[in-house]
């Protein structure tokens, strides 16, 4: 059993991979232990800093944060914890983890294509740079 677990939450798909690695942590998890869902949003370019109002980006973060508390309902732990970062995806995950001293990254994955052997995916990213487990959900 894991006493704290961080789950990288990706909002597509209405939050169905999310809510399926949320049942698989509720089965990991120690009754005492924590849940963290964390979704990094990429930076607004400087470019388009100037051209997207502040206002639209809170109202974005605001909808994005009502969504992962939705999916926070379903985990069973004692303490559930929602987390919004900007960076890049895997840094920030990592570094979410290593802020909540977790035990566990759970991150979902998707079949790889060519673009993923030159740039990477965030979880093969995850994998090769974290220093605690990682469990990759297809």
Do not use: W
Not at 76 to 99: L, N
Not at 103 to 132: E, Q
Request: glycine share 4%; aromatic share 4%.
């Amino acid at each position: 059993m894991y006493k704290s677990i961080i789950i990288a939450v990706a909002l597509f798909n209405k939050g169905a991979t999310s809510r399926s690695l949320i049942e698989k942590a509720n089965k990991l998890i120690d009754p005492e232990g924590s849940i963290t869902l964390v979704h990094v949003l990429d930076e607004v370019p400087a470019y388009l800093a100037t051209v997207v109002a502040r206002e639209q980006l809170l109202e974005h973060r605001k909808a994005l944060r009502e969504q992962m508390e939705s999916l926070a309902a379903a985990a069973k732990a004692k303490t559930v914890d929602v987390e919004i970062r900007g960076g890049r995806a895997s840094d920030e995950i990592i570094a979410c983890a290593a802020d909540c001293n977790a035990d566990l990254i759970m991150v979902a994955s998707h079949k790889p294509d060519m673009s993923d052997y030159f740039i990477g995916s965030t979880a093969s990213r995850v994998v090769r740079h974290s220093p605690i487990s990682v469990l990759v959900s297809r």
